[in-house]
């Protein structure tokens, strides 16, 4: 278990992983640009048409903030390093998912299933303005046949190892 400065600290790192690697890719195709208009001898793409600083700092900063979070809210959970940097790492999603889970208390008190976000009690009408959320039925058309594969390996009429297309004797 970590303590909560380290999992914040190492969460924060994981959101820094990921925003490397993220523009990483973004020079990775301002490259792959400037070779294909030196082959085509086109104008060079200038680098701030894939980097933008300002909202990319930005960006940058907030998933790290992200990560630092995370790895503070699930520090007693981190068995590790490589925990709290994953945690970090997928920070936004894992934050994301715990603000919209529904807890078993919830789902009991309004009679909706776990993780169900709608406020409103099965077998309830939604109030005026509001509309009635739309569950999709399965379809009870059955499937069309398909026909079978054919085999992947081709059947042979002669035993194995004997073919008299090549010229091959039967013993």
């Known amino acids: 278990m970590l303590s909560w400065a380290e999992g914040a600290l190492y969460g924060a790192g994981g959101g820094l992983i990921v925003e490397a690697v993220v523009t990483f890719g973004r020079l990775h195709a301002w490259q792959q640009a400037r070779h294909a208009a030196r082959v085509a001898t086109e104008v060079l793409p200038q680098l ?7 909202a990319d700092a930005l960006a940058a900063l907030f998933r790290i903030v992200l990560g630092g979070a995370a790895g503070w809210l699930l520090h ?3 068995a590790g390093v490589y925990a709290a940097i994953a945690v ?3 920070a936004p999603a894992v934050l994301a998912q715990m603000g919209s889970a529904t807890t078993m208390a919830e789902a009991l008190q309004t009679g909706a299933a ?6 409103v009690p099965s077998g309830a009408a939604p109030g005026p303005g509001v509309a009635a959320p739309t569950v999709p039925v399965p379809s009870t058309t059955p499937a ?6 054919p085999p992947a390996v081709p059947t042979q009429p002669e035993p194995p190892g ?3 297309t090549r010229g091959e004797a039967t013993p």
Do not use: F, V
């Open 48 to 54: 701030s048409t894939y980097i933008d600083p300002p």
């Open 76 to 78: 007693g959970e981190l």
């Open 88 to 90: 970090g790492a997928s």
């Open 114 to 119: 776990p993780g169900a976000a709608s406020g």
């Open 144 to 149: 069309p046949p398909t026909d079978p594969a």
């Open 162 to 164: 004997r073919d008299r």
